[in-house]
């Protein structure tokens, strides 16, 4: 029953949406060809999500109630289209929004500055007994509750992630033989997802939290390609630059307030740490060079070759072994 409920708002929301109204208008402005439309409509739902669904429904999108503008397209060109000049937005003003901004000179350049922005809901539905006393960092009452005063923990805000991305790129054909590009792309990620932490050694108690995420990523992307009759040569060269504003997740130990001493065994020893940690990914850089080309032979024979070459390199510290300090 909980199945048929949640397709009946699916197929009620995207109802609502395919009612709004979208308009298209071309005129002309200091011998411009100003054309566009737009598509915009509202939405309301005849019943919300459970609070369970709702992280499935809205996973990758956002679908807020009320008026909301689907599509907007405007295009500035001359006469011949020889010159363009073009702008788009898509779900403006939610989590999910799209904007392209685009210029181009026919067979000489083309300019795109892109915004994009991707959610990606884990749970709505969490609940966690620690607290985060600092970005990454976990506390529990002390003394620690037991086990099972975890299952009635308080309710989390959403869990998620969002991915704001930006691209930057220019391609220029000087020649009709010669074809540069050049792109830049960041992407930055920010939220938090479920992890889970183990204290002691195999065997030991283990528990979930969040992982915090503030990433950053650089992409640098340069190309050069020259093409004649009988063959082609490029060559691309990639910079990938990552960045974590963060480089562990630290968490008390649910079933320990103190640090134990070690004990040996037979297998070599053990103790019980009050706190665990986890390292994060390291910033870390890479680049890579890529040369690739192709001949035309006799007897309708054409050989294609590439050779590629990247060096990655990463020199963040080593965490200590342990967060034990007895």
Request: hydrophobic share 40%; no cysteine; charged share 20%.
């Amino acid at each position: 029953m909980g199945h048929a409920r949640t397709t009946l708002l699916l197929i009620a929301g995207f109802a609502v949406l395919a009612l709004g109204p979208a308009a298209w208008a071309q005129t002309e402005i200091l011998g411009y060809k100003l054309d566009g439309s737009v598509e915009f409509g509202g939405r309301a739902y005849i019943d919300r999500p459970s609070e369970k669904a709702s992280a499935k429904f809205e996973e990758y999108r956002d679908i807020p109630e009320g008026i909301f503008l689907e599509g907007l397209d405007l295009r500035l060109s001359t006469k011949d289209d020889r010159y363009l000049f073009e702008f788009k937005a898509k779900e403006a003003g939610e989590e999910d929004q799209n904007f392209l901004l685009r210029s181009s000179r026919l067979g000489f350049y083309e300019f795109e500055f892109e915004w994009d922005q991707i959610p990606h809901i884990y749970s709505t539905t969490g609940r966690l007994l620690a607290t985060e006393a600092s970005r990454g960092v976990f506390i529990l009452p002390s003394p620690r509750p037991v086990l099972g005063a975890h299952n009635l923990a308080p309710r989390l805000d959403e869990i998620g992630i969002r991915w704001d991305t930006a691209r930057l790129s220019l391609s220029l054909t000087p020649t009709p033989e010669w074809d540069l590009k050049a792109e830049y792309i960041r992407i930055g990620k920010d939220g938090d997802r479920p992890i889970g932490m183990s204290f002691g050694s195999p065997g030991g108690p283990s528990m979930e939290i969040l992982e915090p995420i503030d990433q950053t990523i650089h992409d640098v992307r340069l190309s050069a390609s020259l093409a004649r009759e009988t063959w082609q040569l490029q060559f691309t060269y990639t910079l990938s630059l990552f960045e974590n504003g963060l480089n562990a997740v630290v968490s008390d130990n649910p079933t320990a307030a103190a640090d134990g001493a070690f004990a040996a065994t037979a297998t070599g020893g053990t103790s019980t740490p009050s706190r665990g940690r986890i390292a994060l990914a390291p910033d870390n850089i890479a680049h890579t060079w890529t040369l690739a080309g192709g001949v035309n032979l006799p007897l309708r024979t054409r050989v294609n070759s590439s050779l590629s070459y990247s060096w990655r390199l990463q020199n963040q510290d080593f965490l200590p072994h342990t967060t034990n300090p007895v």
